[in-house]
């Protein structure tokens, strides 16, 4: 924390050499020097907000060193304001690759300025793909930027990275560090930004992993109590007392043929974690809840089944990525979801 606490110093003294200070900024950075991390980035907002390239250059670093992405972004847009090119990029892309969507927004205008149409495309994908929704409409949709053979690597990297963990995924990769023929140079340029978007999917997709084995954990809980002694369909029954994640991108829990009216999805149980879920992707996710007949539902002395379910590529609101577990613990992938280039 010594970095910042030197930042707001240096603005501080700024401040009472200018002796110009809104009520807001006092407010903010009072707040800031408290450690409250989510203050500093509102005290970069408001410089950026006011043009304050000196002083968003000074707390945008301080949080960039505190790996805190916004503040890279600051950073790189103060810098860039100021005429300074290689040090805008070198922040921008720092933040872009660890997923903060405005810097990608922002790398993608440039690179549409320079003329790098195709580069450009993959910035604005990249920043869509990491949550910035609105730029998803703008995207030209089937756009061609990757050569036959590029498209064959990705194919491969699917096939070699089911387990990112595998050697055979390590070594895929590093075959594109050579850009060994007969990838073109224009494919290794672009790839990384692809393969950035693949990844964090693989990575999202442990969420899933992760809730369908706590409502396993919790049912079991219901089975093994002497006065119930069954499953249940009713997740606000199953999860009592479970804290929920602030924000999920999966929706988990039963098919509404076999739970009825109770809440049996985690939309419904904890919609303050949805809120960045845009709404077709939670009535396409809500479609496939909704699938089903009541026959085909376990009998809860038994079994059960549950789903998590999520869209992980916004350009394609319809696409889902489908888990499936049962009492066992089973676990199986009912739909692929991944992001396709």
Partial sequence: MKILILALVLISYSIHSQNDVSLE???LMK?????ELLSCESLGAYYIKKENWEKSIILGEALCGRDMTLGCTYAGMA???KGKGREGNNFLTKACDKFEPFACRSLGRLMKTAGAEDLSHMYFKRACHYGLNEICSDLKKGKIIFTSFALDFLKKIKDDCSDTKLSSCSDRIKNLDSCSPPLTKHDCLLLPGFLSIYFRAKLMQSEAKFSLLSVVAAQKTLKNDPEIKRYSYDLEVVLKGYKPLNNYHYVFGFLKSCAGKVKSMSLELFPESYLNLSKSIATNIRTYYSQGQ?????????????YAVANLDPLNPSRLDVWKINQDGNLIQVKDGLPIP
């Fill in 79 to 81: 810098w860039l304001a």
């Fill in 31 to 35: 707040a800031c020097s408290k450690h």
């Fill in 25 to 27: 900024e006092a407010t």
């Fill in 294 to 306: 009541k026959s085909e539902c376990y009998d809860l002395s038994g079994g059960f089944g549950a």
